[in-house]
Structures are given as structure tokens and as C-alpha cells.
């Protein structure tokens, strides 16, 4: 339908979950770009391929001072949302011939950079809260760790 009918949520942590770089999917959606919801992610190697987590802002494997020059760039109207979901990984075993009936068209060019992603990546400890409280308590630590890494770090937000 071509960008005049049709947009995307630019969402670095979803690329990863889809076996992608950020930044290859960045550069790819940029063009149709509304809106954004945005998070870092660590990869790392396993048995049968990766596991990704979602992280606090700077505390995974992307790199995202390179991300956000170019989401400036390429996305220069597009507002920066920042989504936490934290604390548990999830596998992709990609090294299990099953796993590649579901992404028939993918690209060993593509791949190979989410694949580099995963060997910087080191393993992260899961999270699991006692209760409702506790978890909103972990996830808010995740959020303002976040917010705090983005703006001293990346230089984001309200300039005072």
C-alpha cells in the first residue's frame, strides 16, 4: 500500500525476536516509521542456538549509541518510547532443523548479524517476583534504569 496508508512501530527488542540486528530492522522500517517502542535486549549464545532477554536500557547487547544516531537520522519526527518487559529469556534454536520451517525466506546475510549479536552477549539470570507488588517493583527499577541510561548516557529527553 506504500508509506501515504501505511506505517510501523519501530521496536528494536521485537527485531530481536524475530532473529534480527536492530539496526538492520531500523534501517528497513525507518521509511514507514509513526511511532516507536523501544528496549535493549541481551543475546547469547545456547545448546540449540540463542536466547534473547530484554534488558533496562544499556544493560544488554545492542549498541545503542549507534541505534539512536541513526534513529535520529533516519526518524528524526518519530518520538522515542521506551517498553520494559524484563527478566525472562527466550529461546530460538535455530541449530534444529524444525526451526527454519517457519522462516523459509530468511537471509544467511541477515542472520549472520543477529548471530554476532549473540556471540557479544553473555548470559543474564532470570526473574521471577514472590508477587503482583514485587514484580511491579522490578519492572519500575528496570524503567527508571532506563530513563536514566537514555538520558545521561544517550542524551535523551527534555532539554532543561
Known sequence: AGKDYVGAN???GNACWTIEDPLASLQTLAPYALSSSLRDSMIWESENGALVQ???MGE???D???YFASFAELCPQVPVHIE???GFAREFPYLKADFWKVWPKARASEF???VALAKRGKPLPGHKSADAQAEQEYQKGELERSI???KETLGLGCKA
Open 148 to 150: 536514566r541510561y537514555c
Open 112 to 114: 549472520a548479524r543477529f
Open 54 to 56: 530484554w534488558t533496562a
Open 64 to 66: 545503542l549509541k549507534t
Open 60 to 62: 544488554g547487547c545492542v
Open 84 to 86: 520494559t518487559i524484563s
Open 10 to 12: 519501530v521496536d528494536s
